[in-house]
């Protein structure tokens, strides 16, 4: 009964687990963007460069070895500049100089449809906002993300072509006093990173002094928000991270609410906007300071990296490095990107968990070729590493179903006396060597890995739209005809027609009757993957059952 009792809590702490991540997940799912009505026009509602510091004590980081700022000289020239596309074979960019204004990810499109829509990462649309700045600014006149670069040549589409490993495009800014800078966009093959480098050569007979400012900016989407879609709970706002304080994050919704994030002098860390599957991430050089912030205007939310301020003498040349990620939350890429840009793809409090699992699938689909099998093959792996537990499980309740008259014996001499009861079944328990608790610690290890595999299922790309096999045609959502549920409310069923209930009371046993129909429900609006994890467990657990009751139920049981 102590072992009934433990599992019916078990399976009811199961059920409140997921209804409580659903309900946190409701709670801070982002909201939609409420629709206001305006004038204003797509220019108003970009952010702008930032401005010039009022004084030299504002905290924006120098580059090494910079001299003071000099006074004012004259003013930039301005132009907008025309479009670029540069290309590699999994990249499809529109550059303007300052912005990288529209980003379509070559191997992802927006559903499983072969002539769906490519995944557009980056959109200069109206109403879908979402851009990658750079610029400068500078008293003496530099570029910003929005006037004053020009194509180095006249070429309008740069792709990669066969044998290259990488691609570029440049745009420059000459002012009007000789200074100059010559911007670099590089993309290598197979590569989501675009390599941004900036060279300022100062052909003038005065110091030029001015400042970096890297900035993604976009109008949050709206997103349907369904039980089913996990677009609806998936984070989305602002992340970033240093070395010393590590990895943090704001919805976009929380921007003004929560204040500043007072992240000044950084270097090493990285500024991105996050949403489900895919992000853009700004990674500044390294060896180079830089103040972050958060900035909205209008609908436009953003996020910034500021700095450092570069003195150039004249006649000399300097030149800053930057890393921008357009793509996929890919961990074994990300880390080699930069420190702490894997931690894009959170998991939340199952990330000790998640992570490993996540390594696992990953090496079994490298083995296998196929999401679903991969997800077999891990449930076979736990259940081998778990063996000697799962056999004390089952041969405890074998023995268990073997006594079962002996038990119901003493109920029936006993009657209403628990007490003496429960004092005779834990005697007859210890004559015969049954642990009625001996099912718990597999469940209870299982458990933590079930919950770390949902959020795997719900966070990794790698197994967007994954196929398994005949009408599961996308892991990631729920089995359209819902047959792996049905499987796995079958499973509980005929594994509960094996599991003793000596001793449950009526109301218990109605309860525990219940639960297949209960997961079956509840496993219809989860992921197919998940249910799949799930039926395979329960399938491998029966078989397990069956053949410990073979040895310990129908034979004398072993001491």
């Known amino acids: 009964m102590t072992s009934i009792r433990t599992i019916l809590i078990i399976a009811w702490l199961t059920v409140g687990a997921f209804l409580w991540l659903e309900w946190t ?131 309008t ?64 989407p709206n997103v349907e928000r369904s039980m089913t879609n996990p677009d609806t709970f998936s984070f989305r706002g602002a992340a970033w991270y240093t070395p010393e304080e590590k990895y943090d994050k704001r919805a976009y919704e929380d921007f003004v609410d929560d204040g500043p994030i007072n992240q000044n002098n950084v270097q090493g860390g990285w500024v991105a906007l996050l949403q489900h599957y895919f992000f853009t991430g700004w990674v500044p050089q390294k060896d180079q300071a830089a103040n972050y912030a958060l900035q909205t205007r209008g609908r ?29 939350k890919l961990p074994e890429r990300l880390q080699k990107t930069a420190p702490g840009l894997d931690l894009t793809l959170d998991y939340g409090i199952f990330t000790l968990i998640a992570e490993p699992i996540h390594w696992m699938l990953r090496q079994l689909h490298t083995l296998t070729g196929n999401w679903g099998w991969a997800i077999v093959l891990l449930v076979v792996i736990i259940k081998l590493l778990m063996y000697p537990l ?16 002996r038990l119901q014996q003493l109920k029936e001499r006993y009657g209403d006396d628990k007490q003496k009861l429960q004092m005779a079944t834990f005697e007859l ?21 079930f919950l ?7 966070e990794s790309v790698e197994l967007r739209q994954a196929p398994w096999m005949l009408w599961i045609q996308d892991l990631t959502a729920r089995d359209p005809l819902f047959i792996l549920p049905v499987i796995n409310a079958a499973v509980m069923w005929y594994t509960q027609r094996l599991t003793p209930m000596t001793g449950m009371d009526p109301m218990q046993q109605r309860i525990f009757q219940f639960m297949p129909l209960v997961f079956g ?39």
């Open 300 to 328: 436009v939310h953003g996020v910034s990296a500021t700095g450092p301020e570069f003195t150039v003498a004249p006649g000399t040349k300097d030149s800053t490095e930057a890393t921008l990620w357009i793509g996929p």
């Open 25 to 155: 997940k409701e709670q801070n799912a982002p909201a939609d963007a409420p629709r206001v009505e305006t004038s204003a026009t797509a220019d108003e509602e970009a952010l702008p460069p930032p401005g010039l510091p009022a004084a030299r004590d504002t905290g924006v980081p120098r580059a090494p070895g910079s001299a003071p700022q000099m006074a004012a000289a004259t003013t930039p020239a301005a132009g907008t500049a025309p479009r670029v596309e540069l290309s590699n074979d999994v990249l499809r960019l529109t550059l303007d100089g300052g912005s990288v204004r529209r980003a379509e990810l070559l191997h992802y499109r927006e559903s499983r449809k072969p002539d769906a829509p490519l995944v557009r990462l980056l959109d200069d649309t109206a109403d879908s906002r979402y851009l990658a700045q750079s610029g400068w600014v500078s008293e003496r006149g530099a570029p910003n993300h929005e006037t004053g670069f020009v194509p180095a040549d006249a070429q």
């Open 390 to 405: 799962s056999a004390a499980q089952y041969k405890s309740m074998a023995k268990m179903r073997k006594f079962q008259p």
């Open 452 to 458: 770390a595999l949902y959020w795997v299922l719900l």
């Open 521 to 559: 429900v509840m496993f219809a609006l989860f992921p197919a993957g998940l249910v799949l994890y799930w039926v395979t467990n329960g399938a491998i657990g029966l078989i397990q059952q069956i053949w410990m009751m073979r040895i310990y139920g129908d034979k004398d049981a072993k001491k």
């Open 157 to 220: 589409r740069v792709a990669l072509a066969e044998g290259q490993d990488s691609v570029s495009t440049a745009f420059v800014w000459t002012g009007a006093d000789g200074v100059t800078i010559r911007r670099t966009y590089t993309l290598a093959r197979g590569d989501y990173a675009l390599r941004v480098r900036d060279e300022i050569v100062n052909g003038s007979a005065q110091p030029w002094t001015g400042y970096i400012y890297r900035q993604l900016s976009r109008i949050p």
């Open 429 to 449: 328990y210890k004559k015969e060597k049954i642990n009625p608790a001996g099912g718990c610690l597999p469940i209870l290890i299982q458990m933590p890995v």
